[in-house]
């Protein structure tokens, strides 16, 4: 028996598991209907002189605004409580006895809990926004597909720490609550940096965040300080170069924690 | 075997689900954000032009126009350009407006003549525009009267073309989810 057989017995058991019925159809159901509730064009609206990728970026952030919370809970579910319950009642050991490499069988975990939730959540938002505006999505993919990319960095950051939180605690309920206080700590921490950089005119705490979660460059880049130009000289308006190294300087912390928690998981776990 | 039926069954219930979402989607009634109704005359080889609005994928435009003489009736994307500031109006005269549709084909939305006639038209841009109703009169003699009702309508997605992807997919899904729903059953009744 070859590897891809064990991989797609277990790939399909973590499957069954993470999305049993009605979670995907659930989730699918929230997906399609938060595109178009929540797609917002009144940006677009009141400032006329916005270039086609702003218009593409408003759209997306204003969609993303309500409904990556939603995903959030998907992919933390699946990675700390779906993980740490095949941890505690032995599930992982049964497929230690699997002919597959102890990656292969994270990898098909992780295929599972990440994989098949950002597919669903990808594939479904980008094909109603296809449905709402043509015109906007075709024309600007790239951008469409780079603002996705900039705001899903940081949960999948969460995502790893998780991972690593849970294979190390062998739990996942503890992992589960850390990645819901860094998640809404963001927002708080973001916040503070914001009046930091407006107090000392320095964009230092803002590049620092924007390290960790990409989509404040991306906000910069599109939309600038404009609007705080009153209260402070401070000005940042990374450039589309600048922004793409933030969301692969992100990315790449995000792959290493990865990288930790598979040899972690290789090495490391004694089950 | 099995595993394929679960696949399809489970995707086949996804679609159900999501072509509830776009039908419930469908069902929200639009709303009336803005609504005027006015009349103007229009000199020959002259341009009324009316100011622009923002509309977009989730707001449209309804307009009801009846036409007395002969007129020639254009909704025009006019993207960045300015109204001129001292008249308001965005076309000075007939031949700055036929110099714009030569430049800008690509932003003409409708271009209609009408002859002592009417029509009543709903129009959903695809993106962002900003847009503006002109009426010209092509006559060189007749003066033409207009009266026209405008009204912008807000909505979460465009109905029909929502509604019928809802219907096309809903009994794709169904059909899908059979084979699984039976087999569920059966399990369940062995049990």
């Known amino acids: 028996m070859g590897k891809g057989k064990p991989f797609l017995e277990v ?5 069954h598991e993470d999305f049993r019925f009605p979670f995907l159809e659930i989730f ?9 509730v929540l797609a917002s064009f009144t940006v677009s609206i ?52 699997y002919p597959l490499r102890r990656r292969g069988i994270l990898t098909a975990k992780l295929l ?35 603002t996705y990319a900039a705001n899903l960095s940081y949960p999948l950051l969460i995502s790893a720490i998780m991972l690593l939180m849970t294979l190390i605690l062998r739990r996942g309920g503890i992992g589960l609550v850390v990645g819901i206080v860094l998640y809404v700590a963001m927002n708080i921490v973001s916040g503070i940096a914001f009046f930091v950089a407006l107090a000392t005119e ?63 998981f290789s090495r490391r776990l004694n089950l | 075997m099995k595993r394929w039926t679960n696949i399809l069954g489970r995707s086949g219930t996804t679609l159900i689900a999501i072509s509830l979402a776009l039908f419930l989607v469908s069902i929200i009634p639009q709303i009336d954000l803005i609504t005027y109704e006015t009349s103007t005359t229009v000199s020959p080889e002259q341009v009324y032009t009316t100011g622009s609005q923002g509309l977009n994928p989730q707001q449209g ?34 031949a700055e ?55 912008l309508k807000s909505s979460l997605a465009p109905g029909d073309k929502v509604r019928t992807i809802a219907y096309f997919a809903a009994p794709i899904g169904i059909i899908m989810a059979i084979p699984w729903l039976l087999n569920g059953w059966k399990q369940r009744k062995q049990k």
């Not at chain 2, 307009?63 to 008249?87: A, C, I, M, Q, R």
């Open chain 1, 28 to 36: 699918a159901f929230l997906y399609a209907l938060g595109t178009f």
């Open chain 2, 61 to 94: 435009i309804q307009l009801k126009v009846t036409v007395e003489g002969t007129l020639k009736v254009y909704l025009l994307d006019v993207g960045s350009k300015k109204p001129n500031p001292e008249t308001g109006m965005f076309f000075a005269d007939a």
């Open chain 1, 46 to 97: 009141y400032t006329q002189t916005a270039t086609n990728e702003a218009v593409a970026y408003a759209v997306t952030t204003s969609l993303l605004s309500g409904s990556l919370i939603v995903f959030v809970l998907l992919i933390f579910k699946n990675v700390a409580y779906g993980l740490g319950s095949d941890l505690e009642k032995g599930i992982i050991q049964t497929y230690f006895s």
């Open chain 2, 97 to 151: 407006l036929q110099e714009f549709l030569d430049s800008s084909s690509n932003m003409i939305i409708w271009d209609d003549e009408l002859d002592d006639d009417s029509f009543d038209r709903y129009y959903v841009p695809t993106r962002v525009m900003n847009a503006t109703l002109v009426f010209r009169n092509p006559s060189s003699s007749e003066i033409a009267y207009v009266e026209f009702d405008v009204a």
């Open chain 1, 202 to 264: 320095s964009p230092l705490m803002l590049q620092i965040i924007s390290l960790i979660s990409p989509s404040y460059a991306l906000q910069y880049h599109y939309g600038g300080l404009s609007g705080v130009s009153e209260l402070s000289s401070l000005t940042w308006n990374p450039t589309l170069s600048e922004t793409l190294l933030y969301i692969g300087g992100s990315y790449v912390i995000v792959a290493s924690l990865f990288v930790l928690g598979y040899i972690y």
């Open chain 1, 11 to 15: 790939l399909a058991s973590a499957i």
């Open chain 1, 112 to 146: 599972s809990a990440l994989g098949v939730s950002l597919l669903l959540f990808l594939g479904i938002q980008i094909s109603a926004l296809y449905i709402l505006a043509p015109d906007i999505v075709l024309p600007q993919f790239s951008t469409i597909i780079l």
